[in-house]
Each structure stands twice: as C-alpha cells, then as structure tokens.
C-alpha cells in the first residue's frame, strides 16, 4: 500500500498559453483552485514540490518563451525557491533533471496534476510509473480539450478527459481526487 508519506507535488503546465482559442472546449473548469489547494497544502507542510513549464519550440507555438503563453497562470504561479522544470516535449522527464531531483531527495512517490490530461500529464505519469515512481493522479486538478479524430470523430474534452484517466488507472497511477489527497481538504474547507 502506497501512501502520501514521501511523496512530491508535480504541476504540469498551468501555463496562460491555454487560454488560446485554438484548443477548443475544455473540461473541468475547476482544475485551476483544485491544482491551488493542492499547492496550498504542500507549501503550507514545507514538502516538495516542482513545477513543470512547457516551452514551444516554434514561435508560433502558444508556450513560446518570452511570450504570455508561456507565463504560469496565477492559481499555479511558483514562489521564491521553489523549483522550476523547463521541458520541450510532453514527458517532463525528457531532456530535464526531473528525475535526478526526486531520487537526490529519495522520493519515491509523485502526485501530478496539470494540464493536459491526455498529452503531458499522461505521457509523464507514464514514464514515471516506468522509472519506478508511485503515481497518485489528481483527476480533478486535471483537464483538456475536445479533439477530432483521424477518421472525423469528435470526442469531448469530458470524453477525452475519462478515457485518458481509465488508461492511467491501475497501471500507471493510482487516480484519486483532490479531497483524497491527505491535508487538502480541510484547506478546501475554509
């Protein structure tokens, strides 16, 4: 039975450049004060965490650095000394020192939350579970967008966002809420 006892908070890519109109409808407009909750509890018991931003490697990209794309959105805005995970690619793993970090502070376990559901969250919860870390996946402090198929199928962001999950659950991450995650809740309370 894993727990939460020596477990890392990773947010994944609340950045501005989400609010760009070209992803389309999104689920779960609530994933920001859910991702600020869990923030909230891990600054508040002095445990580790990391943020992940996602850079463009095309200008036209909406995470392109230097631009407001690429900006925090305020509910997952770092302060001072927490640490910062610049990645170009979905895995926050690749091409970053995430996993160098984690094992120097011998975590073991990693809550991730972030956007997208299906894209980076995924991919990183993938590989995590691959390199041998436990995974809880906060499914309400997570969300994406509608998508169309090869074929012309149209899948909601809800669609997108429970299928996603279904595939995590019980073989890459153990999928809980926000409110199971212990020392949230009562924050959420006040």
């Known amino acids: 039975m894993h727990t939460f006892a020596n477990a890392a908070l990773v947010v994944i890519d609340v950045q501005q450049g989400f609010?760009?109109?070209r992803w389309g409808r999104r689920n779960?407009?609530?994933?920001?004060?859910h991702i600020a909750a869990l923030l909230a509890a891990w600054r508040s018991a002095g445990r580790p965490l990391f943020?992940?931003?996602?850079?463009?490697?095309?200008?036209?990209?909406?995470?392109?650095?230097?631009?407001?794309?690429?900006?925090?959105?305020p509910e997952a805005m770092p302060v001072a000394g927490e640490t910062i995970v610049r990645k170009d690619v979905?895995?926050?793993?690749?091409?970053?020192?995430?996993?160098?970090r984690l094992r120097a502070a011998d975590i073991t376990t990693v809550v991730l939350c972030g956007l997208t559901t299906d894209h980076c969250?995924?991919?990183?919860?993938?590989?995590?579970?691959?390199l041998g870390f436990h995974i809880f996946l906060v499914e309400?402090?997570?969300?994406?967008?509608?998508?169309?198929?090869?074929?012309?199928?149209?899948?909601?962001?809800?669609?997108?966002?429970?299928?996603?999950?279904?595939?995590l659950h019980g073989e890459f991450a153990c999928?809980?809420?926000t409110a199971g995650v212990p020392g949230v809740q009562s924050m959420q309370d006040e």
């Open 90 to 100: 979905n895995s926050a793993f690749i091409g970053t020192d995430l996993e160098a």
């Open 175 to 177: 999928v809980t809420t």
């Open 51 to 73: 943020h992940v931003q996602h850079g463009s490697r095309s200008r036209e990209g909406a995470f392109y650095p230097g631009t407001p794309g690429h900006a925090f959105k």
């Open 140 to 167: 309400d402090a997570c969300a994406t967008h509608e998508r169309t198929g090869p074929d012309g199928t149209y899948f909601s962001a809800e669609q997108m966002h429970a299928t996603a999950i279904a595939s």
């Open 19 to 21: 609010l760009d109109p």
């Open 28 to 33: 779960n407009p609530d994933a920001e004060r």
């Open 121 to 130: 969250v995924s991919t990183t919860a993938r590989m995590a579970a691959n």
